[in-house]
């Protein structure tokens, strides 16, 4: 073990032991930072600004290889943050009409979204009533807003699609994993521009759909312009249904979904992107502790995930599992992920296994300080990685804090 490994050590343990030692002082700081959620009305129109901000101190190392004898360690700071502004109007009816957008106010080369890092990540136009909610615009497809796919102790650092990184190629500067999405859920259409519905649950069931016609990102679908260049995906489909019912002492939740799009422009070997998943949650709890685990599966026929890279022969397959437990402020959990990025003979095939433990305390609704541990281990077999192995391991200590508005 390194100095700088031990000394993040230490910085762990000396957090999570002053939080625990000193109820009281956490209780003064939880209610002198509690922040209420900033609303304005005005007659039947309301606007509420949201958002959060997440930022991590991390060391890393990850293997040595022939062109790095020494290996590779790292350490520093990272982090991102992004805002969101809803306005709507309210009915003497019941029904609802708003718009919404989230930008990404900031990051670096560690961190980021799942959206392509650009400012706007979503605007859309939506319609709530009784009978279900429909949105227009940029926005997420009705299988990643359904989907389930394990409790996480902090939802920016996590194994599953992850905002926060802390591994980093340093011949690039950048995030080391460019090979595959981390991300569970069906999210074929990402935030390009769809119409969706989400119907309301009924007896358990929650049902959706959405149709994306171009993979652009637009306020409105059908608008834009859609790239006319060879294997360009468009008119994807979406549905997605999920089940929620207690038995006994348990509450099972289940997700499934499904995304198919059309190839226009084909080359030779190239085929429509598919994608589909399926999720599984469990909660329940024991004395004083709430217990809860699940997990989820998904395939695709993108390479890695994307969608500009589909391939007859091949899937890319991820697994996600992961357990939590919470008590009063404090969250304890672990997680697994494996990813398998098949491909045609020549091209890289990507074997991707990713461990995470972690203690987070809830200082109170806006503030929450989490510290861990994450191990992945790559391996691919064409080429090499940075370090002159097909196969690279990796450790990061962390300790994170997060606000949310």
């Known amino acids: 073990m390194n100095q700088r490994t031990s000394t993040m050590r230490a910085l762990f343990l000396a957090t999570a032991g002053f939080l625990a030692a000193t109820p009281a002082i956490a209780q003064g700081l939880s209610e002198t930072l509690s922040i209420d959620t900033p609303v304005w009305y005005v007659g039947n129109y309301e606007a509420q600004l949201e958002g959060f901000a997440s930022g991590s101190v991390f060391t890393a190392a990850e293997d040595r290889g022939p062109l790095y004898p020494g290996g590779y360690d790292d350490d520093g700071f990272t982090g991102l943050s992004v805002a969101s502004v809803r306005l709507q109007r309210l009915y003497d009816s019941g029904l609802i009409t708003g718009l919404r957008a989230n930008v990404l106010l900031g990051r670096d080369e560690l961190s ?108 409105v679908p059908f608008t834009g312009n859609p790239g006319n260049g060879a294997n360009t995906q468009g008119s994807v489909w979406e549905f997605a249904a999920s089940y929620n019912r207690r038995f006994d002492e348990i509450t099972m939740g289940i997700s499934a979904a499904y995304a198919r799009g059309a190839l226009r422009n084909p080359t ?23 217990l809860s685990w699940g997990g989820g599966y998904r395939v695709s026929s993108g390479y890695g995930y994307s969608t500009g890279t589909v391939y007859h022969s091949a899937e890319t397959e991820r697994v996600h599992v992961s357990a939590l437990a919470e008590r009063d402020s404090w969250r304890l959990g672990a997680e697994y992920s494996n990813t398998f990025v098949d491909a045609p003979i020549g091209v890289p095939r990507y074997v991707i296994d990713g461990y995470q433990a972690a203690l987070g305390y809830q200082l109170n609704r806006n503030f929450q300080i989490t510290a861990g541990w994450q191990h992945y281990q790559h391996e691919r077999n064409v080429g090499a990685y940075y370090n002159g192995n097909d196969e690279i391991g990796m450790d990061a200590g962390f300790v994170n804090l997060g606000f949310t508005l």
Not at 277 to 282: D, I, M, R, Y
């Open 112 to 219: 980021g979204d799942a959206y392509g890092n650009d400012f706007l990540q979503k605007l859309y136009f939506y319609v709530q009533t009784g009978l279900g909610r429909v949105e227009i615009g940029q926005q997420d497809g009705a299988g990643y807003t359904l989907g389930l796919t394990g409790p996480q102790v902090d939802p920016h650092v996590s194994l599953e699609n992850p905002e926060i990184t802390f591994f980093r190629n340093p011949f690039s500067d950048k995030k080391f994993n460019t090979f595959t999405k981390e991300i569970t859920a069906v999210k074929a259409s990402s935030n390009a521009a769809k119409i969706s519905y989400i119907s309301p649950r009924l007896i358990g069931i929650q049902i959706g759909a959405s149709y994306t016609p171009n993979l652009i990102k637009s306020i």
């Open 268 to 290: 030779p070997g190239s085929g429509d992107i598919y994608d589909w998943a399926l999720g599984l949650e469990f909660q329940t709890e024991l004395g004083e502790t709430d």
